[in-house]
């Protein structure tokens, strides 16, 4: 393969955590191999930004294939991949969310981007749970700067407890009305609603191969960007590295196990060419692995690699969930103007009860976040209110002008304390159509996440009575209103860093600790969630480790 191009790192997986590897290593003068399991995708040509939903099949609807609706930028993918099965342990009830495309979930993730904050990587050091990570806030500051100029991020500097701003935000879109309608319902409460930092382009960003413009407010983002203004590496990362001539991208690539010599060492990775079903071997001086958390776990188990510690799969973690919706006659029947912004929430509400949590007033540890939402958009056919509306005739088209924009909804994500009883293995008997061995998840949450759901129901209803909205989300028990495992999509933790190979799967630079030349620098690493969204740290955490891979390559050390 390639005989023209023999690469010294071969890196598995094209989302955030890969695409930042080859575009610090393609810099630097390294010669990359990137093998995708998905196919190729190239969001310039193939995004529906501006389809509309009725013009998709069944007007768009969510179907088992297209979980997120027809228009969804994952085009191979979801729940469930075809000839992909995993398996789940009696009694757990674990969804786990693959992109087989180049991207990988970059293409379709919100973009909600926040930093990690000091309390957030010495947990334990606050509450006796779970682990402190072996890096602080200020090690990792320095690359959340770095990462913010490169990719673009809008927002603004709150002062909040545990929430760092930021000397790179791009100018924040302006508040809807929906939004400040919250803010002045939270701020009632004495809770904050300030603005919600965004990997999304308000000033356009040019660049010589991968030029990258403004957003334009007028298409959902989760249906990829084809003109760059929402962050995903087909667009940002990958391109920037393509044009070093330092990286070289294979496509429809299964990679199932990395292989080492006598000495321990890694010397590439095994994969199978999904078109052809024909095995290859890619050799490199350092293997780096970002196939996303769990399936960088089902490589390492499935080589026997690693796992000294006992530590892969282990620890694996995703954020809390759970949705309320409520109508508010207020909203009703007002005036009709573009409020689209960027099809996410331009205010949020973070997490603020750090101190009455220390002096322990409450019943569970760490926090969560609202992410808000109203507007005008596209209208349901009972306009969200549950299908009270006749819906037909003239009776519909005066429910469509009283109800459109009058459904407001909250989301809320919470961090989650790893615990004995969630991990993956695997599984003993089943495989997928390549015949590798799949994973078995075990889940299992929690009191400390039940009473933090129970916690947030509550508060959000508070919200919504201050706003005079009707609650329109039937009143669930905390464990049933929670979000089965993986459905947030923020998996983390099950080959995470620690201070110590007895502990751990890789240090502080997402090297592991048994193989050197082995870089594991996926969300897998992350040794706690927070109740902030990962993405931005994974990002950092990747350019941190490759920096020093870079070093130690230059070293002659790996």
Same mark, same amino acid.
């Given at each position: 393969?390639?005989?023209?191009?023999?690469?010294?790192?071969?890196?598995?997986?094209?989302?955030?955590?890969?695409?930042?590897?080859?575009?610090?290593?393609?810099?630097?003068?390294?010669?990359?191999?990137?093998?995708? #399991?998905?196919?190729?995708?190239?969001?310039?040509?193939?995004?529906?930004?501006?389809?509309?939903?009725?013009?998709?099949?069944?007007?768009?609807?969510?179907?088992?294939?297209?979980?997120?609706?027809?228009?969804?930028?994952?085009?191979?993918?979801?729940?469930?991949?075809?000839?992909?099965?995993?398996?789940? #342990?009696?009694?757990?009830? +674990?969804?786990?969310?693959?992109?087989?495309?180049?991207?990988?979930?970059? !293409?379709?993730?919100?973009?909600?981007?926040?930093?990690?904050?000091?309390?957030?990587?010495?947990?334990?050091?606050?509450?006796?749970?779970?682990?402190? $990570?072996?890096?602080?806030?200020?090690?990792?500051?320095?690359?959340?700067?770095?990462?913010?100029?490169?990719?673009?991020?809008?927002?603004?500097?709150?002062?909040?407890?545990?929430?760092? %701003?930021? !000397?790179?935000?791009?100018?924040?879109?302006?508040?809807?009305?929906?939004?400040?309608?919250?803010?002045?319902?939270?701020?009632?409460?004495?809770?904050?609603?300030?603005?919600?930092?965004?990997?999304?382009?308000?000033?356009?960003?040019?660049?010589?191969? #991968?030029?990258?413009?403004?957003?334009?407010?007028?298409?959902?983002?989760?249906? %990829?960007?084809?003109?760059?203004?929402?962050?995903?590496?087909?667009?940002?990362?990958?391109? /920037?590295?393509?044009? @070093?001539?330092?990286?070289?991208?294979?496509?429809?690539?299964?990679?199932? @196990?990395?292989?080492?010599?006598?000495?321990?060492?890694?010397?590439?990775?095994?994969?199978?060419?999904?078109?052809?079903?024909?095995?290859?071997?890619?050799?490199?001086?350092?293997?780096?692995?970002?196939?996303?958390?769990?399936?960088?776990?089902?490589?390492?188990?499935?080589?026997?690699? &690693?796992?000294?510690?006992?530590?892969?799969?282990?620890?694996?973690?995703?954020?809390?969930?759970?949705?309320?919706?409520?109508?508010?006659?207020?909203?009703?029947?007002?005036?009709?103007? !573009?409020?689209? %912004?960027?099809?996410?929430?331009?205010?949020?509400?973070?997490?603020?009860?750090?101190?009455?949590?220390?002096?322990?007033?409450?019943?569970?540890?760490?926090?969560?976040?609202?992410?808000?939402?109203? &507007? +005008?958009?596209?209208?349901?056919?009972?306009? %969200?209110?549950? &299908?009270?509306?006749?819906?037909?005739? #003239?009776?519909?088209?005066?429910?469509?002008?009283?109800?459109?924009?009058?459904?407001?909804?909250?989301?809320?994500?919470?961090? /989650?304390?790893?615990?004995?009883?969630?991990?993956?293995?695997?599984?003993?008997?089943?495989?997928?159509?390549?015949?590798?061995?799949?994973?078995?998840?075990?889940?299992?949450?929690?009191?400390?996440?039940?009473?933090?759901?129970?916690?947030?129901?509550?508060?959000?209803?508070?919200?919504?009575?201050?706003?005079?909205?009707?609650?329109?989300?039937?009143?669930?028990?905390?464990?049933?209103?929670?979000?089965?495992?993986?459905?947030?999509?923020?998996?983390?933790?099950?080959?995470?860093?620690?201070?110590?190979?007895?502990?751990?799967?890789? !240090?502080?630079?997402?090297?592991? $600790?048994?193989?050197?030349?082995? +870089?594991?620098?996926?969300?897998?690493?992350?040794?706690?969630?927070?109740?902030?969204?990962?993405?931005?740290?994974?990002?950092?955490?990747?350019?941190?480790?490759?920096?020093?891979?870079?070093?130690? /390559?230059?070293?002659?050390?790996?």
């Amino acid at each position: 393969m390639m005989r023209d191009f023999e690469p010294d790192v071969v890196i598995v997986g094209s989302g955030a955590s890969g695409g930042m590897t080859a575009y610090v290593l393609a810099q630097a003068g390294i010669k990359v191999l990137m093998l995708e #399991a998905g196919r190729h995708y190239d969001p310039t040509t193939e995004t529906p930004m501006l389809n509309w939903e009725r013009d998709a099949p069944l007007a768009g609807v969510s179907t088992p294939d297209k979980p997120f609706g027809f228009y969804d930028a994952t085009v191979d993918g979801g729940w469930q991949v075809p000839g992909e099965p995993y398996t789940m #342990a009696p009694g757990s009830k +674990f969804k786990w969310w693959r992109a087989r495309m180049l991207g990988g979930r970059t !293409n379709h993730w919100a973009r909600h981007v926040p930093r990690f904050g000091p309390y957030d990587f010495k947990p334990y050091s606050r509450d006796g749970l779970g682990v402190d $990570w072996p890096v602080s806030y200020d090690d990792v500051a320095p690359y959340y700067d770095k990462v913010e100029q490169l990719i673009g991020v809008h927002g603004k500097t709150s002062g909040l407890e545990n929430q760092p %701003g930021s !000397n790179y935000f791009l100018p924040p879109p302006k508040p809807r009305v929906p939004e400040l309608l919250y803010a002045a319902a939270a701020k009632s409460l004495n809770i904050p609603c300030v603005e919600s930092p965004r990997a999304i382009l308000t000033r356009d960003m040019p660049h010589p191969h #991968a030029p990258r413009s403004k957003c334009f407010f007028a298409s959902p983002c989760g249906r %990829g960007c084809s003109i760059g203004a929402a962050f995903q590496t087909p667009t940002s990362l990958l391109p /920037m590295a393509m044009g @070093t001539g330092n990286l070289r991208i294979v496509t429809d690539a299964m990679v199932h @196990t990395v292989k080492t010599d006598r000495d321990g060492r890694a010397t590439g990775v095994l994969y199978f060419d999904k078109k052809t079903g024909r095995e290859h071997f890619a050799k490199a001086r350092v293997v780096v692995l970002a196939a996303s958390a769990c399936e960088s776990a089902r490589l390492l188990l499935n080589s026997g690699i &690693g796992n000294s510690s006992g530590q892969v799969g282990r620890n694996l973690m995703d954020s809390t969930g759970t949705d309320l919706a409520a109508h508010v006659p207020a909203l009703e029947g007002r005036p009709r103007y !573009n409020e689209d %912004g960027n099809s996410q929430e331009h205010l949020f509400i973070p997490w603020w009860l750090y101190k009455e949590q220390k002096a322990g007033l409450l019943d569970f540890p760490r926090g969560y976040h609202f992410e808000i939402g109203g &507007g +005008f958009d596209m209208p349901d056919g009972d306009f %969200g209110l549950g &299908g009270n509306e006749d819906g037909y005739g #003239a009776k519909l088209k005066e429910d469509a002008r009283r109800y459109y924009g009058a459904v407001v909804w909250i989301s809320l994500r919470g961090e /989650m304390i790893p615990n004995a009883n969630s991990y993956c293995e695997i599984d003993p008997t089943v495989k997928d159509r390549y015949g590798i061995p799949v994973l078995r998840f075990h889940w299992k949450w929690s009191d400390h996440e039940i009473r933090q759901i129970a916690h947030g129901q509550k508060t959000a209803r508070a919200l919504f009575d201050k706003m005079g909205a009707r609650v329109l989300t039937p009143d669930k028990p905390p464990e049933q209103a929670i979000a089965d495992g993986g459905v947030i999509i923020h998996e983390v933790g099950t080959t995470r860093m620690g201070d110590k190979p007895s502990n751990s799967v890789v !240090n502080q630079y997402c090297q592991s $600790w048994d193989v050197p030349n082995l +870089f594991v620098v996926d969300g897998g690493v992350m040794a706690s969630q927070a109740h902030k969204n990962p993405t931005l740290t994974i990002l950092a955490l990747s350019w941190r480790g490759t920096d020093r891979m870079v070093e130690q /390559m230059r070293k002659h050390e790996i």
